[in-house]
């Protein structure tokens, strides 16, 4: 039979031994919470209203590079795979599709292997639209008839055309078309041209960007970055005045945009709140991508366009 003084011990065994658990629990805890608050998050946002010039797959990133054309980027080795200015890349299933300016005016829309190889037009348009979407093996984009909205097959067959209005700027999202016409008034339609709808009469949506179900869109006159909620259109809210132009990227981390006035790339918190600058640039005309925690940029450089990079906490990258 055990000793009252046995019975102490194995108390205190089990005692200690549970106090270690809990010590190495904690650590764990505070090791993953200080990962996630010193740790760069990827963003996600509106590259398409920024020509595009950036995209990514699993393992590579896909970029238009001023002065060598469309790159693939993989750790620190690049590789240009054509020459081609190249606008609205996607990347599917192998392949890197985009759109460039061809010799009647128009664009070409194309693809191209991710390897450089098998490089082909799929379609070539009479608009000078440089924008198009990537949705469900459909390609999306505009035409001059006017700026008529259209689609094809990923394979450059079955064109058809899904809206004959004079559209301005547009977007797909999920199952959705939204799009604005002359008037500034914005509109959806389905993927098949169905379902028209009217949602906003409001002359403010020449170009727009969307995100987590808010449109967003710069109001020239109050200098103020607006949003609005697509589920309820009567949801109209202040995002920030710190823009002096219409020149942002509305991601998933915060708003970049383009602070003319001091020139520089700055990033505000999503509630408009915190206000960050990361980087001077020589120019009044940037582009401002995202593709994980890197942001694309057009600057200019000893009188030549370049595409540079910068961290989206404002850090130097390799």
Request: glycine letters at 6%; proline letters at 1%.
């Amino acid at each position: 039979m055990k000793t009252e003084e046995e019975k102490l011990k194995k108390k205190l065994k089990v005692s200690t031994v549970a106090i270690v658990v809990l010590l190495i629990v904690l650590l764990i805890i505070l090791c993953v919470v200080l990962v996630k608050i010193f740790s760069v998050k990827d963003g996600i946002g509106n590259n398409d209203s920024n020509m595009g010039l950036v995209t990514q797959s699993d393992d590579a990133t896909f970029y238009y590079n001023y002065n060598k054309g469309l790159v693939r980027k993989e750790k620190k080795e690049e590789k240009t795979l054509t020459k081609d200015q190249a606008y609205s890349i996607n990347y599917f299933d192998g392949n890197v599709y985009y759109t460039t300016p061809n010799s009647t005016g128009g664009i070409d829309i194309k693809k191209i292997g991710q390897d450089g190889k098998n490089e082909q037009i799929i379609l070539s348009t009479t608009s000078s639209s440089t924008k198009m979407y990537l949705n469900n093996s459909k390609i999306y984009y505009l035409t001059s008839n006017p700026n008529t909205i259209s689609r094809v097959d990923i394979d450059g067959k079955n064109p058809q055309v899904l809206l004959k209005r004079g559209v301005v700027d547009f977007k797909v999202v999920d199952e959705t078309i939204y799009f604005s016409d002359i008037m500034g008034y914005l509109y959806s339609i389905d993927l098949d041209g169905e379902n028209y709808k009217t949602l906003i009469k409001e002359s403010s949506f020449d170009e727009f960007q969307i995100l987590d179900d808010y449109v967003y869109y710069f109001d020239n006159e109050k200098g103020k970055l607006m949003k609005v909620s697509l589920k309820d259109t009567s949801k109209k809210k202040e995002v920030t005045d710190k823009l002096d132009c219409d020149t942002y990227n509305v991601t998933t981390v915060g708003i970049f945009y383009l602070n003319k006035k001091n020139s520089k790339i700055c990033m505000v918190s999503s509630n408009g709140k915190k206000s960050k600058e990361l980087v001077s640039v020589n120019t009044d005309n940037t582009k401002i991508n995202i593709a994980g925690n890197i942001l694309y940029y057009i600057d200019n450089d000893k009188s030549s366009t370049v595409t540079k990079m910068i961290g989206t906490n404002g850090k130097k990258v390799n």
